[in-house]
């Protein structure tokens, strides 16, 4: 069948974006769906900083490539042996899919999936093959989703069912955002009530990261980023303290406010800079996690004798250390009772055409979170 896309063919141009256009919108050939996959029509797909680095060359992919993957449709055609979805079901994409064989699998770790590393890295579905072509040539899949498309084919194991009453603009932000920064405070964390605990990059991630503390019932919840704007929305959200990391001195106002530090520090920048910060805000004792995924040559130290003299703990947590199948309905469940307020980062939605404008918004850290419908 014939789709509309938004296609990358090279990594790497300047900004303004809407000006070097590194997403052409193209109608592409998309296969129909084989063994264990769905055809789904993308009602909605958020714009992530996952994509911004491949636009921008930090996390580098094989070209050409329909990227997106933070998303939600509807089930229109399922392939051969696929019997829990059905044409008409709502689900969310999940950024990794998983195999569900292999150990990370079956330690009930499926972001580690051995196999689903594979095939995002190969940019292909789970399967390892590619269902998108442009004429004779072949274009890669981002993450096993390539949402920013009017309809996709992915692995069964890329979506997860979900409440058909959630508009899909906020179900599409808990396939990335919400199950990433939700996550790596209830699973990799296992946040104690009281608790305090620093976020530091409030991007979409850092955002869900501290709307998960507060439903969590953590004391003290410090929001650190260079955007006052965001700080302010960061208040808004619960936290109770907010600091603005360009000034000098953070780290000893918030040791003096804390005691010596927070039991936990979330880094979700993705920037080396943020993860010495979180390091340094983490009491003796405490526990440092980071969900960031900066370029890959980037390198963290800190002083090797603070690991064990105050037995300080790091953690990484990727896709927030979750079992989407369980969390994401779980999540969703929390955003109907009004415990996760979902619907705050939604800062605007836009059409497929605007994607690359959208892109400047995001890399400038203006927004929260846009959405495109395709």
């Known amino acids: ?89 709502h689900v969310a ?38 269902r998108l072509h442009d004429g004779d040539d072949k274009i890669f899949h981002h993450l096993g989703v390539s949402a920013f498309s009017d309809h996709i084919v992915a692995s069964r194991r890329s979506l997860v069912k979900i409440d058909p009453s959630v508009p899909f603009d906020k179900a599409a932000l808990f396939g990335c955002a919400i199950l990433t920064g939700v996550g790596e405070v209830v699973n990799t964390a296992h ?6 605990a620093a976020v530091i990059g409030l991007g979409g991630v850092g955002l869900s990261a501290l709307m998960a503390l507060v439903a969590s019932g953590a004391g003290e919840i410090l929001a650190l980023d260079i955007n006052d ?24 106002e918030v040791k003096q406010l804390t005691g010596g530090g927070v039991d936990y520090a979330f880094e979700t920048a993705g920037a080396v800079p943020a993860m010495k910060i979180a390091y340094q805000l983490t009491r003796p004792g405490g526990e440092t996690i980071t969900s960031g995924l900066p370029r890959p040559e980037a390198a963290f130290s800190f002083p090797q004798v603070t690991l064990a003299a105050e037995e300080r703990t790091i953690k990484g947590s990727y896709m927030g250390s979750c079992v989407p199948d369980r969390d994401i309905p779980r999540y969703i469940n929390l955003f109907k009772q009004d415990r996760l307020p979902v619907d705050q980062l939604l800062s605007k939605i836009i059409p497929l055409e605007d994607i690359n404008e959208g892109f400047d918004q995001l890399a400038s850290g203006e927004v929260n979170r846009i959405v495109v419908i395709p």
């Open 1 to 89: 069948m014939k789709i509309r896309a938004a296609v990358i063919t090279e990594m790497g141009k300047i900004r303004p974006y809407r000006e070097s256009r590194p997403l052409i919108i193209r109608e592409l050939e998309l296969e129909e769906p084989q063994l264990g996959e769905v055809l789904v029509r993308i009602k909605a797909a958020g714009l992530c900083h996952s994509d911004l680095s491949v636009i921008n060359g930090s996390r580098p992919w094989p070209m050409p490539m329909v990227l997106g993957h933070e998303a939600a449709g509807v089930v229109e055609k399922v392939g051969e042996g696929v019997d829990d979805l059905a044409p008409g079901d």
């Open 229 to 252: 704007a965001k700080l302010e929305f960061a208040r808004k959200l619960g936290a109770t303290h907010v600091f603005n990391t360009r000034k000098t001195g953070i780290t000893e």
């Open 191 to 196: 946040i104690e009530m009281g608790a305090s």
């Open 93 to 130: 994409c999940v950024f990794k899919p998983s195999c569900g064989r292999c150990l990370p699998c079956r330690e009930g770790r499926p972001g580690l999936c051995v196999e689903g590393t594979k095939a995002n890295n190969a940019g292909t579905l789970l399967s390892g093959a590619i």
